[in-house]
């Protein structure tokens, strides 16, 4: 089968990029063919991609610097982008296109384009986005019937009750490259935070706000991701509440599973998530997970099984969290040893046949 993704860029290192580029490799690897339409040139791309991948350009106009407002703006880029990608999709024929959250996913209202079933995947829930997600209860009016993927199943609750009648739920796949490591005795313990800085999504204010009334001794925490490093917010945050010792900022690294494999634990205070990429890493390394009891990670961290959750935003409980895993330090081991038990949903053979199984309920010649 033939699957052919549409997305803005490729080129930037988020975790959007990060799990188009990993379905893509798993695909590939069980036999299927890939076309990736972007404004990303061949051999771009932030993250590693099966050279078998055929790589489209389609240049992205920039209306939102002309002043135009925001929607507006979209709506003109999305009619702009379904020309060009129609002439692509009668040049490949795909099995099925795959809209990754665009506005043209968004404000395109047929089933089909050029002949060949078209879906939009969303990545977030409608409700991390207030202004953004008072488009859905209107646009499901006359686009009730188009097929949504969700990557957890809350998300596909919440678009069925925004209107939305043809939902499947797929989770992003596990990287191949993601290998099981021992669990590290190392001293001092250290926690790991990766994320882009500069947006409050991560919550690393949380994080630092919880350590602040509890500097733990004996452990180091390390925050790593695009902007951290100079993120003038955070390091406010460290020096006011003289936390040099314990926290360290990094620039984003090209491998991050060894960042992963030298941490004895994860940690996630996130405002919101979709289905995050370093949690399934961190998961299939055999590294628990202290995150945030919001969509995403709720759906994959199994209390006192492969982790533990805290109130979104709780910086009182997050510390007693901390506090509890610096005084019981077998705890986090116990829980690396079942981490592995809770990712097969989202290894390689589950998730493409899953695709293949959506292919198959749309009716599609294969």
């Known amino acids: 089968m033939k699957f052919l993704f549409h997305f803005y860029d490729l080129h930037q290192r988020a975790g959007i990029q990060r799990a188009i580029c990993e379905l893509s490799n798993a695909l590939l690897a069980e036999g299927h063919e890939v076309v990736l339409v972007s404004a990303t040139q061949p051999g771009q791309t932030a993250y590693p991609l099966d050279s078998r991948a055929v790589m489209e350009y389609v240049r992205l106009p920039e209306p939102q610097f002309s002043g135009i407002p925001a929607w507006p703006a979209k709506t003109f880029w999305a009619g702009r982008q379904i020309l060009a990608l129609r002439r692509i999709v009668r040049r490949h024929r795909p099995s099925l296109i795959v809209d990754h959250g665009t506005a043209l996913g968004l404000l395109y209202p047929r089933r089909t384009l050029a002949g060949i079933p078209f879906v939009l995947q969303r990545h977030f829930p409608v409700r991390a986005f207030p202004r953004g997600g008072l488009l859905y209860p209107i646009l499901a009016s006359f686009t009730a019937n188009k097929a949504v993927v969700a990557l957890t199943h809350s998300i596909e609750t919440e678009l069925r009750r925004q209107g939305y009648l043809r939902v499947w739920t797929i989770p992003n796949v596990l990287p191949s490259d993601a290998v099981p490591a021992p669990y590290s005795e190392a001293d001092p313990r250290t926690g790991l935070l990766m994320g882009r800085a500069g947006n409050p999504q991560k919550g690393f204010d949380i994080f630092l706000r919880a350590l602040a009334l509890h500097p733990i001794q004996g452990w180091r925490f390390r925050i790593v991701g695009p902007g951290v490093h100079n993120d003038p917010t955070l390091r406010r945050i460290i020096e006011e509440n003289h936390l040099q010792g314990f926290v360290e900022l990094h620039s984003p690294t090209d491998d991050p599973y060894r960042a992963i494999r030298k941490s004895a634990c994860l940690i996630m205070p996130s405002r919101y ?8 890493e961190a998961l299939s390394i055999g590294r628990p997970i202290i995150g945030s009891d919001v969509d995403g990670i709720r759906d994959i961290v199994h209390p006192e099984v492969n982790g533990l959750l805290f ?12 506090i509890d895993i610096s005084n019981h330090p077998e705890k986090l081991e116990q829980l690396a040893r079942r981490t592995s038990e809770t990712v097969g949903l989202f290894r390689r ?3 493409t046949r899953m695709w293949v199984s959506l292919i198959q309920q749309l009716n599609l010649d294969v």
């Open 273 to 280: 998530e979709a289905l995050p990429m370093v949690a399934l």
């Open 311 to 322: 109130p979104a935003e709780d910086v009182a409980k997050l510390s007693a969290i901390l």
């Open 349 to 351: 053979e589950s998730v």
